[in-house]
Each structure stands twice: as structure tokens, then as C-alpha cells.
Nanobody, 124 residues
Framework: QVQLVDDGGGLVQAGDSLRLSCGSS????????IAWFRQAPEKEREFVAA???????WFANSVKGRFTLSRDNHKNLVYLQMNGLRPEDTAAYYC??????????????????WGQGTQVTVSS
């Protein structure tokens, strides 16, 4: 079982920034399609952003223009940079990967391996 380690969450104020990271000692991220999802209490898991192996990007409308994705192949890490955070961004954030090209990168079922989640809390 591939283990992904999500990190970087925290408690911030509205308007602040955070950078989440996703790492693994078992896979090479440049070979995988990667996504971030989030889940707030009593809500369903929702798509946030995705980065394909060939660097195509997808973003949820709610985060477009505020969040960006990047991959550091040297460190074998993937980042979700979150700027202009809002209280409605409060959720546990999960990275996920698949080696197979997703038919729909926004669909959680496409991804094989998941991180344990990192909590982001944005106060107003």
C-alpha cells in the first residue's frame, strides 16, 4: 500500500496563505496524476485541484485564481499553494494519486492512493 503524507495545514485568518505538501517515499510523483480533495464536517468530499503527469491543471471554481499547484521533482513533493483563504475553505485536505490517466480528474474514485489528510481551519 502506497503511503502519502499530507502536511502543512493549520489555523489561519481569512486572507492568509498556506502551502500544503504531499510526499511519499514509495512513488515518484512525476509518474503520477495528482489531485487534492477536501472534506468539511458533515459535507461530502469535494474536488479542489488536479495536476496531470504532463502538467495539465484543473481547479474547482471555488478556488480558481486563489490556489495553485506545483511539483518539485527533486524533492519528490507536490504542493497546493492556497492564497486568499476564506472560512469556507476550512476542511481536511487530502492528496491523492493515480498512475492511470483519469477519465475525469475531478472524480475521487479515479485515484488509487490517498494521504491521511491535513486540517486547514480559516477563521473570519
Amino acid at each position: 500500500q502506497v503511503q502519502l503524507v499530507d502536511d502543512g495545514g493549520g489555523l489561519v485568518q481569512a486572507g492568509d496563505s498556506l502551502r500544503l505538501s504531499c510526499g511519499s517515499s514509495q512513488i515518484i510523483f512525476s509518474s503520477y496524476h495528482i489531485a487534492w480533495f477536501r472534506q468539511a464536517p458533515e459535507k461530502e468530499r469535494e474536488f479542489v485541484a488536479a495536476l496531470s503527469r504532463d502538467d495539465q491543471e484543473w481547479f474547482a471554481n471555488s478556488v480558481k485564481g486563489r490556489f495553485t499547484l506545483s511539483r518539485d521533482n527533486h524533492k519528490n513533493l507536490v504542493y497546493l499553494q492556497m492564497n486568499g483563504l476564506r472560512p469556507e475553505d476550512t476542511a481536511a485536505y487530502y492528496c491523492a494519486v493515480t498512475m492511470a490517466r483519469p477519465i475525469d480528474p475531478r472524480r475521487a474514485s479515479e485515484y488509487w492512493h490517498w494521504g491521511q489528510g491535513t486540517q486547514v481551519t480559516v477563521s473570519s
